[in-house]
Structure formats: structure tokens, C-alpha cells
């Protein structure tokens, strides 16, 4: 068993949870080893090297963002991950109806849990878990960085708020399977997962083992109607809106006039023209038993 840990996960609180998955490790009387990562990227390497070890069970402390780095390292390796999420956003967690911010009960999951084949979405070489988005999104994850004094759910929202003063809409080319649409859109994302920034359920059709990505555009919508709609958002209950469009498919390719920068997971990463598939069962993850999946082993 190998636990890759992110000690700044959630603002600085993985520190502590770390201390807990410690001492519930040894408590196990499990053979276990504990890597910490040092900096950006460096999740992805503790991971790849685990992996080609032979480690058969990989625990990744931290968000998405590091969850998203052990699995760069890992796909392709026969092996399990489990998730003990203590992000800030822990949208992957929230849709795998995983404990969040509570390493005990993550660690009862990963003890006595089964494991699901989950899709992987692919941009450029870049595999992620959850999201991909251009556009506003870009804008959110710009300002939540620079919010220092909330945590979790609140500081992202605080950060779609101050993002809003920055919306605009930009011409977006979206090329997808057999089809193309070209539109003014203030955002499009790429979704694996229904929930981005916390709990916001973007794409409420999205099924991590359907074999299929949602892509969710959103076209030119004013600040005060973006406000509006944001409770509904959270409740997945704005498709109907007239500005808003969402479809399934295998293989897209986001390209604009000028270049855009992208993001993968909540991390800064690119520009377009972006070239997104899908991987389908590609990484298989410990989930607790009971919790509506089909496809538990």
C-alpha cells in the first residue's frame, strides 16, 4: 500500500488529516508507505513510481487536484486507487458519493469498500478525472486562488462572484463525433463528473461509466442572470435554460479565434485548440458498497 499525501490540500488543513491517515495505517498493522509531494507535478511522479514498483493499492490524500496528478501516474498500471478527499472542491469525491474532509470514514471506505471502473477524460495528452472548461471557469479558478480567509464550497463561490465582474463571451468552434457548432459562449466545459467548483451541478446527465463526456456550453448571459440561476445550478435544474446547452460525446475539439487558456481539474493547463477524448473504464477506484453503482466488484 503506497499513500501519496498533499499536505497543502484544503488551505493548509492536509497537515492534519495527514497526522490521522497515519496513525490509522499503523493502527491497520498494514505494510504501507507514506509519500509526501513537495510541489506541483510532483503527485504524478510519486505515483509513477509506486505504480511501476508493483504497488497494487495507491491512497491519494488531498483534492482533486492532486487526485488528478496520481492518476496521470498511475494510468495504464493495473492497480486500485483509493480516495481520501480533503480538497477544497472535492467534486470527484462528491459524485463517487465518497466521504469528504473526514479521513476516518475514507479510510473505512478504502478498507472495506469495492472498486468501480471509471472513465478518464483525455486533453492533449493530459488525462482528468472530473472537468475540462474554457472560458469563465478559467476567470472562477483565477479568483478563488487569490481568496485566502474561506474554505471548501464558500471560497469557490465567493470566487464565481468576483469572476462575474471579468464574464465576457468569446467565439468558441466546438467540434464533436460527426457534428460542429460555432457560438458566443462566456464558457464551455467538458464534463466526466456533474459537479465542478464545489458542488455545482453543471452537468447533471454526466455518468463517470458511460463511456461519454457531457459538453456544457453556456452562451452570452449578463451578470445579474448568471447570479439568478446559480441556485439553481446547484440543484442541477437549469436545463432548460434557453442560454444553456449540453450533449454526449466520444471525441471534441474546442478551438477559438484567438488563443484561450484551458483548464483540467480545477488546474490552469493550456490553451486551445484542444483536443479532448474519452477513455472509457480506464482507472478503477475503491467505493463504498451500497451507494447505487452497477458496476461494483
Known amino acids: 500500500m503506497t499513500i501519496i499525501a498533499n499536505p497543502t490540500a484544503g488551505r493548509g488543513d492536509g497537515q492534519e488529516y ?75 469525491a462528491r459524485t463517487l458519493r465518497l466521504p469528504l474532509r473526514n479521513p476516518q470514514q475514507a479510510w473505512n471506505v478504502i478498507q472495506g469498500g469495492g472498486t468501480r471502473r471509471l472513465d478518464l477524460g483525455e486533453c492533449d495528452g493530459r488525462y482528468f478525472i472530473s472537468s475540462f472548461g474554457v472560458g469563465f471557469p478559467v476567470d472562477a479558478i483565477r479568483a478563488t486562488g487569490r481568496i485566502r480567509f474561506l474554505k471548501g464550497s464558500a471560497a469557490f463561490l465567493l470566487g464565481v462572484v468576483r469572476a462575474l465582474w471579468q464574464l465576457q463571451s468569446v467565439p468558441i468552434r466546438i ?44 452562451e452570452t448571459l449578463g451578470r445579474l442572470r448568471v447570479l439568478a440561476n446559480l441556485p439553481r445550478v446547484y440543484r442541477g435544474r437549469h ?35 484542444s483536443r479532448i477524448t474519452v477513455h472509457p473504464g480506464a482507472l478503477k477506484v475503491i467505493v463504498g458498497n451500497g451507494n447505487g453503482d452497477k458496476r461494483v466488484s
Open 18 to 92: 495527514l497526522k490521522q491517515i497515519k496513525e490509522l495505517a499503523q493502527k491497520g498493522g498494514t505494510g504501507h508507505e507514506i509519500l509526501v509531494t513537495r510541489y506541483p507535478g510532483h503527485a504524478s511522479k510519486l505515483a509513477r513510481s509506486a505504480a511501476e514498483a508493483g504497488s497494487q493499492l495507491i491512497i491519494v490524500l488531498g483534492g482533486d487536484g492532486t487526485i488528478s496528478e496520481v492518476v496521470n501516474g498511475v494510468v495504464g498500471h493495473r492497480l486500485s486507487l483509493g480516495v481520501v478527499s480533503v480538497g477544497t472542491g472535492n467534486d470527484f
Open 175 to 218: 467540434e464533436f463525433d460527426d457534428s460542429s457548432i460555432e457560438k458566443n459562449c462566456a464558457l464551455v466545459l467538458v464534463q466526466n463528473t456533474p459537479y465542478l467548483g464545489g458542488g455545482l451541478c453543471v452537468a447533471p446527465r454526466a455518468s463517470v461509466d458511460d463511456g461519454f463526456l457531457d459538453v456544457v456550453v453556456v
Open 239 to 273: 436545463e432548460n435554460h434557453p442560454k444553456f446547452s449540453a450533449f454526449k460525446a466520444k471525441k471534441v475539439i474546442i478551438s477559438s479565434p484567438e488563443k484561450l487558456r484551458t483548464m483540467c481539474d480545477g488546474d490552469l493547463r493550456g490553451c486551445t485548440p
